[in-house]
């Protein structure tokens, strides 16, 4: 199962140009996508629905769920029916079973620029594997005083979600609300993969991995989270994916782009890489690979 994300910068490439076709050809072969910085009607990127572009742009073989943390009245067109967004999108070749849209915490900063960020949730049944739980995610990108409540709530809802139930759960005496079908699961096995915005010398990646010992290395626990590229035999400050030439004063290259996953799909990570190549954003698109 080959798994891929991909910070988009709403299709504006290396050079400037906007193009989702070249963004969806370095996706190709993937099973699961995760996407961030998708917009749907903004002037800078052609007023496109870029979700319903990009599913177009990939065949219409995937199934995918969308959800903005940013959304406001688009300022024309009928009441109701344009909307600005920015968010997050997740898309499988197998269906999508049920969805939640998480809107992570934020704060009312003075001079920053500061956006609603969120995390959108998939929940997968794979044929042959365990259902997982997909999210992609992307959190503040002003510094680790705003990151910190963001990581607190991702890892509530790791924590709570399987407690939770799924989309519906229990009984009910009338079929029309079950449609005579089994409650959906809500698994522990979870994947989250976007744009942290954090490098592996964060207190949050030790918030989200586990304290590091000078023998063992990361401290680990049950019900945890893993960096999938260390699972798969790589170290933490191994991989770095994305820069940025143009700011004042540039930045160097650094890892801010991540896929954890819970401790007990570690094991089952065979590969994890950066694809340098690509072209189609500021970030590179990482790929993690399961073996069921």
Same mark, same amino acid.
């Given at each position: 199962?080959?798994?891929?994300?991909?910070?988009?910068?709403?299709?504006?490439?290396?050079?400037?140009?906007?193009?989702?076709?070249?963004?969806?050809?370095?996706?190709?072969?993937?099973?699961?996508?995760?996407?961030?910085?998708?917009?749907?009607?903004?002037?800078?990127?052609?007023?496109?629905?870029?979700?319903?572009?990009?599913?177009?742009?990939?065949?219409?073989?995937?199934?995918?769920?969308?959800?903005?943390?940013?959304?406001?009245?688009?300022?024309?067109?009928?009441?109701?029916?344009?909307?600005?967004?920015?968010?997050?999108?997740?898309?499988?070749?197998?269906?999508?079973?049920?969805?939640?849209?998480?809107?992570?915490?934020?704060?009312?900063?003075?001079?920053?620029?500061?956006?609603?960020?969120?995390?959108?949730?998939?929940?997968? $049944? @794979? !044929?042959?594997? =365990? /259902?997982?739980? %997909?999210?992609?995610?992307?959190?503040?990108?002003?510094? #680790?005083?705003?990151?910190?409540?963001?990581?607190?709530?991702?890892?509530?809802?790791?924590?709570?979600?399987?407690?939770?139930?799924?989309?519906?759960?229990?009984?009910?005496?009338?079929?029309?609300?079950?449609?005579?079908? $089994? @409650? !959906?699961?809500? =698994? /522990?096995?979870? %994947?989250?993969?976007?744009?942290?915005?954090?490098?592996? #010398?964060?207190?949050?990646?030790?918030?989200?991995?586990?304290?590091?010992?000078?023998?063992?290395?990361?401290?680990?626990?049950?019900?945890?989270?893993?960096?999938?590229?260390?699972?798969?035999?790589?170290?933490?400050?191994? $991989?770095?994916?994305?820069?940025?030439?143009?700011?004042?004063?540039?930045?160097?290259?650094?890892?801010?782009?991540?896929?954890?996953?819970?401790?007990?799909?570690?094991?089952?990570?065979?590969?994890?890489?950066?694809?340098?190549?690509?072209?189609?954003?500021?970030?590179?698109?990482?790929?993690?690979?399961?073996?069921?």
């Amino acid at each position: 199962m080959r798994l891929a994300s991909y910070n988009i910068q709403y299709g504006k490439g290396k050079d400037g140009r906007f193009d989702l076709e070249r963004i969806c050809a370095a996706l190709e072969g993937a099973d699961i996508i995760a996407l961030q910085e998708v917009e749907r009607h903004w002037p800078r990127s052609g007023d496109q629905d870029q979700p319903a572009e990009i599913a177009r742009l990939l065949g219409e073989r995937l199934y995918w769920v969308y959800g903005p943390g940013l959304d406001m009245d688009a300022g024309s067109g009928p009441p109701g029916q344009r909307r600005r967004q920015f968010g997050n999108m997740v898309l499988s070749r197998w269906p999508i079973v049920s969805s939640r849209h998480h809107l992570l915490p934020k704060m009312g900063l003075v001079h920053q620029y500061s956006l609603q960020r969120s995390m959108i949730e998939a929940v997968i $049944a @794979p !044929p042959g594997a =365990p /259902a997982l739980r %997909v999210h992609s995610l992307h959190l503040s990108h002003v510094g #680790d005083g705003d990151r910190s409540p963001q990581v607190e709530r991702l890892l509530q809802v790791h924590r709570e979600a399987p407690l939770e139930g799924g989309a519906w759960c229990g009984r009910h005496a009338e079929e029309a609300w079950t449609l005579g079908q $089994a @409650p !959906p699961p809500m =698994p /522990a096995a979870a %994947v989250y993969m976007g744009d942290f915005n954090i490098t592996p #010398d964060s207190p949050l990646y030790t918030r989200l991995t586990g304290p590091l010992s000078s023998d063992f290395g990361r401290m680990s626990h049950a019900g945890g989270l893993t960096d999938a590229f260390v699972a798969a035999g790589g170290s933490e400050h191994e $991989a770095a994916d994305w820069t940025c030439d143009s700011c004042e004063p540039p930045r160097p290259l650094r890892r801010l782009d991540y896929c954890f996953v819970s401790t007990e799909l570690a094991p089952r990570v065979r590969r994890a890489w950066i694809d340098q190549a690509a072209q189609g954003s500021d970030h590179q698109p990482i790929w993690t690979v399961f073996e069921f």
